[in-house]
């Protein structure tokens, strides 16, 4: 099927109590392994690609791919723009066919934050593609963009207003998560996502979820969390794989032969998560 945009699907699971995992693909192998566990567990899918990531190789490129996951796939595919750095590289993302855009705006002043997410609704709406904002600090490291904020947690009237005066769609939220390679065991802060939830009724976003434990993402999603993205585990399971099979053959030079190795990993690592976050089968719906 072709492209869909994010909104119908993170409406879906907002309703029916479930969230929509959200995978930053690096390559087309990457793009084939999510696809290949989505149409396995019949699950609605979002890949996506940040700045960083762009950079590598161009919107387009990575549109052309995911583009042709979504006509041969029986499930929702959305492509979205994660961690959007400007006015400008939303805009290119938009205009390039990109079917969902965030806008981060998190490390700005609050009014700044809001009206840069504003401008982004504003130019996006239109054309019928939702847009995501951020609120409060993700922390951590993802590709070219880096947080150390000391107090990370979104406040929950803050959050209020920005949803009121952006005309936001989604809102990824601060609780405690980190991007890159956690040090100990994370401690998700439930309660704020609560509190949160309680004040805003729009579906939410938990950012930096590889290494958090299972068991405390199901209880974001159950508090409201409705989109949860994996960045770094989709990379080391990749590079797992390749490594793997270049150790068990290191003559190997075909790089169809160990790329499948690392497929395989994301595939089922992938499957594994849309498990987590309660997407099985609801593509079938």
């Known amino acids: 099927m072709a492209l869909v945009t994010s909104k119908e699907l993170l409406l879906d699971a907002q309703k029916n109590g ?41 919107l387009d490129y990575y549109l052309a791919n995911v583009k042709a996951a979504a006509d041969r796939a029986s499930v929702p595919v959305v492509m979205h723009l994660d961690h959007g750095d400007s006015f400008e590289m939303a805009m290119k993302a938009y205009h390039t066919g990109y ?35 951020e609120l409060g600090r993700v922390g951590g490291k993802e590709d070219d963009l880096e947080n150390a904020d000391e107090n990370p947690y979104t406040d929950p009237e803050e959050a209020r ?87 068990e053959n290191p003559n190997a030079f075909d790089p169809k032969k160990y790329s499948a190795r690392g497929m395989e990993e994301v595939k089922a690592y992938v499957m594994q998560k849309m498990e987590v976050v309660g997407s099985i089968g609801k593509a079938a719906n």
């Open 18 to 58: 479930y969230a929509v995992g959200a995978f930053n693909v690096e390559n087309m192998e990457m793009v084939m392994a999510v696809l290949a566990a989505a149409e396995k567990t019949k699950s609605p899918v979002i890949m996506q690609t940040t700045p960083g990531t762009v950079k590598y190789a161009g």
């Open 161 to 247: 207003t920005f949803v009121e005066k952006t005309n936001v769609d989604f809102l990824a939220v601060g609780i405690g998560t980190s991007h890159g390679v956690y040090k100990g065991v994370p401690r998700v802060n439930v309660e704020r996502l609560s509190e949160i939830r309680a004040l805003v009724d729009i579906p939410l976003v938990l950012h930096g979820t590889s290494g958090v434990p299972d068991e405390q993402v199901r209880d974001c999603v159950s508090r409201g969390i409705c989109k949860v993205n994996y960045a770094t585990d989709l990379r080391i399971a990749f590079t797992k794989g390749v490594k793997a099979y270049m150790q």
């Open 99 to 133: 079917t969902s855009i965030m806008i981060d705006g998190s490390k700005l002043p609050f009014e700044d934050n809001i009206a840069l997410t504003r401008r982004v609704t504003d130019a996006c709406h239109p054309g019928g593609i939702p847009v995501e904002g």
